[in-house]
């Protein structure tokens, strides 16, 4: 099978700008998990989406939002960027949920 | 909420040492994962640990899941550079999302 991708893979943004990042989970996972990840907070839970829906949220402010698709595609936006958002953007799939997370290779992501 | 707390931060060793990260909760656990990030890469699935108590061994390395389910440890023997990245815990949350821990980097001198 698959793996988890993710595009794109670099994005250089702006302060102010918004972004949309995709991620394709590995087919048959149901489950998309979002992460954000940077050097001094590690790997923080975005949220996660099942079958369309948003299941589970982290503490993220409302600028940070996603979607699922039918085929569990998923996507997150994140508006009005600022620079503390730069990061790492992981996204993983699951079967279900709560089982072993498959991680996509990342988009890293520059607000200058 | 839940978290798990994961010691040390940095773990510097000469090749041929071994090396433990222990990964802590102060609330018991359903189960315990373990994940390693290679410098530039993105975390990969290593283990799941459920049963309390449970031992096991992935060719050089050892994960245990303490008797009270509150702590897990992953110990790597006579390390390689190969071993190189970052070593997370994670377990899940009260809502089904995975919580990982801050992760040990290790790096390994030849």
């Known amino acids: 099978k698959a793996g988890v991708t993710q595009t794109p893979r670099y994005l250089i943004k702006t302060r102010g700008q918004q972004v949309t990042l995709s991620c394709s989970p590995i087919?048959?996972?149901?489950?998309v998990s979002w992460y954000q990840q940077t050097p001094g907070q590690g790997l923080q839970f975005l949220f996660e989406y099942f079958s369309e829906t948003q299941r589970n949220k982290g503490n993220f402010p409302g600028r940070f939002s996603g979607r699922q698709f039918s085929n569990s595609r998923s996507e997150m936006n994140v508006s009005t960027l600022e620079l503390g958002d730069s990061a790492l953007y992981l996204c993983?799939?699951?079967?279900?949920?709560?089982?072993?997370?498959?991680f996509g290779p990342g988009t890293r992501l520059t607000v200058l | 909420g839940q978290q798990v707390m994961q010691i040390p931060q940095y773990q510097h060793v000469q090749e041929g040492e071994d090396f433990t990260t222990y990964c802590n909760s102060s609330?018991?656990?359903?189960?315990i994962q373990w994940y390693k990030q290679r410098p530039g890469g993105h975390p990969v699935f290593l283990i799941q640990?459920?049963?309390?108590?449970e031992v096991k061994k992935q060719k050089r390395l050892t994960f245990q899941f303490g008797e009270a389910k509150k702590n897990s440890s992953l110990h790597i023997t006579a390390t390689q550079t190969t071993d190189v990245g970052t070593y997370f815990c994670?377990?899940?949350?009260?809502?089904?999302?995975?919580?990982f821990g801050k992760g040990t980097k290790l790096s390994v001198k030849p």
């Open positions: 640990l459920v049963k309390s108590g």
């Open positions: 994670a377990s899940g949350g009260s809502q089904g999302n995975l919580i």
């Open positions: 087919s048959g996972h149901r489950s």
């Open positions: 993983a799939s699951e079967v279900n949920g709560g089982d072993t997370q498959y």
């Open positions: 609330t018991t656990l359903s189960n």
